[in-house]
């Protein structure tokens, strides 16, 4: 079948989205079918564009111009700093890239890097990320963050909320869709036929038999009995702080934890610049780069591309895995 183009989101303009987007498709545009939306005055000056009416004008690879979905966001973008004028436009463009690939005129979106903040100053935000927005826009359906790289695949049970409440929101129904989520995703878009999940305990050691924390046995280990009751294979609750060496990992094809920086410190450690963030459970591909807005070296012409290639091609990888 042939392929359909990749849709990248133009992410906050002042930070350094439109620079990695112009230079994976630079390094990539001759491979596969990509094209950007967003407005073309925020793309690095220079960048070779044709700006496309639909998603139709792209009928493969495009070496000579980045094909660009036009949005005028109304004014010119500063480096380093978020204009809230834009917000909107940046909300939109994820919204159009979703639109695109649900209905399969795209086969993934790939989105750059949004500033948090600067989406809830400027257009009141409502959710804690893309991956909390893209699941509302697909229906409410549930949904796994997953970052992935070449050694290392981890989910945050829970994601962007203050650590003092991760405790509260460890439910076991959060825990055990988080899983079943995850065990799904990596059969489906990783063609792992029979995965192997490792999860993390919350506690230092995971809770030491009770004596430091009891969220491993007032519900944890039993959740994990259930699940693995059901066929899946599980290992866990396992202390967080020993399971991500070299050697550990070879031991599962992917790691859930219990909370944002338990998952992403380790894979950020081992491949910042290659690790890809993944979300799992959408009836449509998305993946985006692993790093933020970096709005302390935006527009400069530094930023390295090596995680929004990366993203690109995991992309590509699991729109021709879903189509088999
Ligand atoms: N997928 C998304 O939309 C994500 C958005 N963010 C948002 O980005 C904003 C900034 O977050 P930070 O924690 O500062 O993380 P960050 O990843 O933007 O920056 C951390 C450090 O890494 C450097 N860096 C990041 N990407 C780089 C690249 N491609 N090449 C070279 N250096 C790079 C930056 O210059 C900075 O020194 C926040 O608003 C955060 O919420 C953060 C992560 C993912
Ligand atoms: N720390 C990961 C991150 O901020 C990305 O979140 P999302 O926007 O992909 O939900």
Request: net charge negative; glycine share 10%; proline share 8%.
């Amino acid at each position: 079948m042939t392929a359909r183009p990749i849709v990248i989101s133009c992410g906050e303009p002042a930070g350094i989205g439109p620079e990695v987007a112009a230079k994976a498709w630079a390094a990539l545009g001759r491979d596969m079918p990509l094209a950007w939306i967003g407005d073309p005055a925020h793309l690095p000056e220079g960048t070779p564009v044709r700006v496309i009416a639909d998603l139709s004008a792209v009928v493969g690879p495009c070496a000579d111009a980045l094909p660009v979905l036009a949005r005028d966001f109304g004014s010119p973008r500063t480096p380093g700093r978020a204009n809230p004028a834009h917000a909107k436009g940046v909300l939109n463009a994820i919204a159009e890239g979703v639109t695109l690939a649900a209905s399969g005129q795209a086969d993934a979106i790939c989105t750059a890097p949004i500033h948090k903040a600067a989406l809830i100053d400027g257009a009141d935000f409502a959710y804690p990320g893309h991956t909390e927005f893209l699941s509302a826009l697909a229906g409410d359906v549930p949904v796994v963050m997953m970052l992935a790289c070449d050694s290392l695949r981890v989910v945050p049970a829970t994601i962007h909320i203050p650590l003092r409440a991760v405790p509260a929101a460890l439910t076991p129904d959060l825990l055990r869709g988080v899983i079943t989520v995850t065990h799904s995703g990596l059969i489906r878009d990783f063609g792992i036929a029979d995965p192997v999940i490792a999860v993390a305990g919350l506690n230092p050691h995971a809770g030491e038999d009770g004596k430091i924390g009891t969220e491993e046995l007032d519900f944890i280990t039993a959740v994990l009995d259930e699940i693995r009751a059901d066929g899946i294979k599980l290992t866990g609750p396992l202390p967080a702080d020993t399971m991500f060496h070299a050697a550990a990992r070879k031991h599962y094809d992917a790691a859930v934890c219990m909370y944002h920086d338990q998952a992403l410190i380790p894979i950020k450690t081992i491949d910042f610049a290659g690790g890809v963030n993944v979300t799992l459970g959408l009836p449509f591909v998305r993946t985006s780069p692993d790093h933020g807005t970096a709005f302390d070296i935006a527009g400069k012409g530094v930023a390295d591309p090596t995680s929004m290639i990366a993203a690109l091609r995991m992309a590509r990888s699991m729109a021709d895995a879903r189509a088999i």
